[in-house]
């Protein structure tokens, strides 16, 4: 299981909920905050996510969000 799947099912359970960055940082436990925007920005235009600007389900600050339809 890699980072990548990890954020993937992560976004995928919060679906249609977005999610930005720092919040999946926090909750999943990763270290580095890069680390996180680079999966998501990864996983935006494949499988239905799709990252823009947005109010996140989860800190309610509107920033770069992913979500996946
Ligand atoms: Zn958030």
Same mark, same amino acid.
Do not use: W, Y
């Given at each position: 299981?890699? *980072?990548? +799947? /990890?954020?993937?099912?992560?976004?995928?359970? =919060? !679906?249609?909920?977005? *999610?930005? +960055? /720092?919040?999946?940082?926090?909750?999943?436990? =990763? !270290?580095?905050?890069?680390?996180?925007?680079?999966?998501?920005?990864?996983?935006?235009?494949?499988?239905?996510?799709?990252?823009?600007?947005?109010?996140?389900?989860?800190?309610?600050?509107?920033?770069?969000?992913?979500?996946?339809?």
């Amino acid at each position: 299981m890699t *980072v990548f +799947d /990890d954020v993937e099912r992560f976004v995928s359970r =919060l !679906s249609p909920e977005p *999610v930005c +960055d /720092d919040c999946i940082t926090e909750k999943l436990g =990763l !270290s580095i905050r890069q680390h996180a925007n680079h999966k998501t920005r990864e996983l935006a235009g494949s499988n239905g996510f799709e990252r823009r600007k947005d109010l996140c389900s989860l800190c309610g600050v509107t920033k770069l969000v992913i979500r996946r339809h």
